[in-house]
């Protein structure tokens, strides 16, 4: 089997670079100048919503199938954002990769959650050797690679379904339920800026983790539209989820999973 990894992202402004390009004033704390900075591009007509060399990674989301079963996490052990610890996930991330070469699969990963981990991995001096192989050490990376837009060892299911073209993009949630899906549950990820500063990370941890197990589930569905498993085989990758998702439940070192979990498989089965 080859190793699938589900990604996703969840990113907060990087203040610490705002100040260091003189946006935000050392005497103004750090949600009066992110505040500050936004209220400004909206002046400009901009996007209140930082550009990608700007956010800096709270969270990233894994969901891992490989032939001992199927894992969920987000990487890390620190909940904070500081440079060791968004350099700590980083350097996880890339280390899968290196160790495992997966198919990578996200949505939206190749527009927002990939240019976000390429400016980041740069900023922090992190390795992604096997990541931007284009061909150079692997020949079989020449022909399908993780950066190319239109091959398929990364798999943005967004990009895909809607043809490379953003007037056809759908967001997960509205595809997860019409699939018969959870979808989103918990924190909305244009809240997560405010959720940091009140330091709600196992909550916008959880709500990440689902996000990657709906993406993994649409996979599976796009696998039978492909033609690579056949419908009867995607509901045996389904248990296997769901019986996993039932052990996280009772994993007494993250107390929010049990609840987070049992909503997930109570909505799916209502679907």
Known sequence: MTPVLAFDLETVPDVAGLRQLGQIPSDVSDAEGVEKVQ????????????????????????????????????????????????????????????????????????????????????????MGHRYFDNGDDDRDFKYNNYLSRYHTRHLDLMDVLSNFTGRANAPLDAMSQLCGLPGKLGEDGAKVWQACLENRYEQVAAYCETDVVNTYLLYLRFRVMRGDLSEAQRREEDEVVRAALTKLIGDSSRPLQGAHWTRFLQAWSNQ
């Open 39 to 126: 209220a400004e591009r909206l002046e400009k007509g901009q996007s209140d919503f930082f550009p990608h060399y700007l956010q800096r990674i709270w969270v990233i989301g894994c969901a891992f199938r490989d032939d001992s079963g199927f894992h969920v996490r987000c990487l890390g052990d620190g909940s904070g954002t500081s440079d060791e610890e968004e350099t700590q996930r980083l350097r996880q991330f890339f280390g899968i990769i290196d160790k495992h070469s997966p198919q990578l699969i996200s949505w939206n990963g190749s527009g927002f959650d990939a240019p976000v981990l390429h400016h980041r991995a740069l900023v922090r001096g992190c």
